[in-house]
């Protein structure tokens, strides 16, 4: 494993090229505001007169619409939702200069072949390990958030330097670009998000918060203990993994966490999470997930509105109202 950093830029990669943003997102915003205060001639590419317009002007950043957007642009970065990316494409496509770099944060639509770029073109993928408002942040401290770097297809022979310089316009480089593919990148992706950082994670909390009030615990209590400490658990392994978190926990704790927690994440749930990387990697998810956008995500809405009226979000407003500073 290499990881590039400053250094390893060819500052000329870029130099003086017009860079398209397309949308104005989490993502969106951050990369195109980063991109500026690193010196580059970004435009951003939105629908004429939206919010995100309206917000990407007050920001300072020259907006036009997509079509218009990419002309003359050397890079464009696609960082729309996934499923609006393909006919996006289509829109720009014929704008797009020969031998332009389209880029993606995510590869999803590349690897499971929604799109399928001119030949002509140069595709990298740049993935910050990181919400959009995190890259902004640590970008304006003089740091910045890890990237994934990849490339698909290399037309021109520049495409990883190309890729390489707009990871270190958003500060990339200064936390470290790791060499992937956009098969590896998608579907770790996908398997992280869906077996441990959202799905497996809330439905852990979840539960831990029903077995505790079927119990008869008070939801208040029961939420402090499962929700709520959660953050200081998790920012103890972002800080320095599972040595810095057995470093701040009590000896109860750990002999708890090591006595208990196998029980609770049996070999049974690490088999049902192969089934569900299985389902990433012959991309079963992604034809689900596809089909459900073309009904109409009506179960999507109802899974999420069952979601959303969890005994656990009611007790949580009331006790996030409490604490103010939360939202700073």
């Known amino acids: 494993m290499q990881i590039y950093s ?4 060819k500052k000329k990669a870029l130099s003086g090229a017009r860079i398209a943003i397309l949308g104005y997102g989490s993502q969106g915003r951050a990369h195109a505001l980063n991109l500026k205060d690193s010196g580059y001639d970004v ?7 939206g919010d995100s317009w309206k917000k990407a002007k007050k920001d300072g950043l020259s907006v036009a619409e997509p079509a218009a957007a990419v002309k003359g642009a050397k890079l464009i970065a696609f960082l729309v939702p996934d499923l609006a990316q393909k006919d996006l494409y289509k829109q720009v496509v014929d704008n797009v200069a020969l031998g332009a770099t389209i ?3 995510h590869g999803f639509n590349i690897q499971y072949k929604l799109i399928k770029p001119r030949k002509d073109l140069d595709v990298v993928l740049i993935a910050p390990k990181g919400p959009g408002h995190l890259v902004r942040r640590q970008y304006e401290q003089g740091r910045g958030v890890p990237c994934l770097i990849a490339v698909s297809q290399d037309a021109t022979k520049s495409a990883f330097d190309n890729a390489l310089a707009y990871a270190d316009g958003i500060g990339g480089t200064r936390g470290g670009v790791i060499k992937t593919t956009f098969a590896e990148e998608t579907e770790t992706d996908l398997f992280g998000e869906q077996s441990v950082l959202c799905g497996g ?4 909390v979840c539960k831990g918060f029903e077995v505790l009030t079927e119990a008869g615990y008070q939801p208040e209590v029961a939420y402090y203990e499962v929700m709520h400490e959660l953050k200081l658990i998790v920012d103890l392994l972002h800080e320095g993994g599972l040595a810095k978190m057995h470093q701040y926990v009590s000896e109860t704790c750990k002999y708890g966490d090591l006595t208990r927690g196998p029980r609770i994440v049996t070999p049974a749930v690490k088999r049902e999470m192969k089934k569900v990387l299985k389902e990433v990697q012959n991309g079963k998810f992604a034809r689900q997930w596809i089909a459900e956008n073309k009904r109409g995500q009506k179960k999507y809405k109802a899974l999420m509105k069952k979601d959303l009226a969890h005994p656990i979000e009611k007790v949580g407003a009331k006790l996030r109202a409490r604490m103010p500073w939360l939202e700073a």
């Open 6 to 9: 400053q250094k390893d830029v």
């Open 43 to 49: 435009v951003v590419g939105l629908r004429k007169n």
């Open 103 to 105: 880029l993606f944060a």
């Open 201 to 204: 994670t809330t439905e852990l």
